[in-house]
């Protein structure tokens, strides 16, 4: 696997390339206390400078977390697609009805009553260390590859992966 660090405006295109692809992540809080909290997320949006923004309950432990520590880890994972990142980074709870009212689809409904729940927050994180594996191909064809180099001993393309620095 080639190693390809990205910075400024590339590496906030990978972010926003892979969280939307993968989509959904674990968000961990409460990192500096044992055990950490983690919950599934759905990425709602990326924004131009790399920010990463979520739809939130006002009431979960997570905001609760976030509200006391502002840092956080979201681990995404796409096996199927060999698509992995993890990010570093700061969130922070919004509250405005404007960013709610864009994020907000039909399938939220599971989780809150309308888009003007009292209860809706955003939370927004903003990356500070990032690093990915993004292999370009499904796992059958990557492992495909890796059989034929082991086979004939030399390495194949298997992707890239890389620190990403804004």
Same mark, same amino acid.
């Given at each position: 696997m080639a190693t390809k660090h990205l910075f400024n405006k590339s590496a906030q295109d990978k972010i926003k390339e892979l969280a939307e692809a993968i989509d959904f992540t674990m968000l961990a809080t409460n990192l500096s206390k044992r055990p950490i909290h983690a919950i599934p997320m759905s990425t709602k949006k990326v924004d131009e400078n790399g920010n990463i923004l979520f739809l939130s309950n006002k009431h979960s432990t997570h905001n609760a977390n976030i509200q006391r520590d502002e840092e956080i880890h979201?681990?995404? =994972?796409?096996? #199927?697609? #060999?698509?992995? #990142?993890?990010?570093?980074?700061? =969130?922070?709870?919004?509250?405005?009805k404007n960013i709610i009212s864009e994020l907000y689809q039909k399938s939220d409904d599971n989780w809150f009553d309308g888009e003007n729940d009292p209860n809706i927050t955003a939370?927004?994180?903003?990356?500070?260390? =990032?690093?990915?594996?993004?292999?370009?191909?499904? #796992?059958?064809?990557?492992?495909?590859?890796?059989?034929?180099g082991a086979i004939t001993g030399e390495k194949t393309d298997l992707g890239e992966e890389g620190k990403l620095t804004i």
């Open positions: 979201l681990f995404y =994972a796409k096996p #199927m697609s #060999m698509e992995f #990142m993890n990010v570093y980074g700061t =969130a922070e709870i919004l509250d405005d939370i927004k994180v903003t990356p500070k260390d =990032a690093h990915y594996w993004d292999t370009k191909n499904n #796992m059958l064809i990557s492992l495909f590859k890796m059989g034929i």
